[in-house]
């Protein structure tokens, strides 16, 4: 039986509008996807590794495929 794969919903570098709570929004980018498969090799999961600044530091921080979508719909 032939596996066929998708690629992640979103590219490395896109940039969206990130916001952690109900606190103010921060310009943020994709840096890394993560893809996990399981033995058969069928992917089971994608996690986006983020950078945006705060307090002149740069975080990176893991968020699933909806908060990307989320942002990206409310702009």
């Given at each position: ?43 089971v ?17 893991r ?13």
């Amino acid at each position: 039986m032939k596996r066929t794969h998708n690629p992640p919903r979103f590219a490395i570098g896109q940039a969206f509008e990130f916001r952690a709570g109900k606190k103010e929004s921060r310009p943020a980018r994709i840096v890394d996807i993560l893809q996990t498969y399981d033995s058969v090799g069928d992917r089971v999961d994608v996690v986006y590794v983020i950078e945006y600044a705060f307090c002149a530091q740069m975080i990176k921080a893991r968020v699933g495929d909806t908060t990307i979508a989320k942002a990206l719909a409310s702009a």
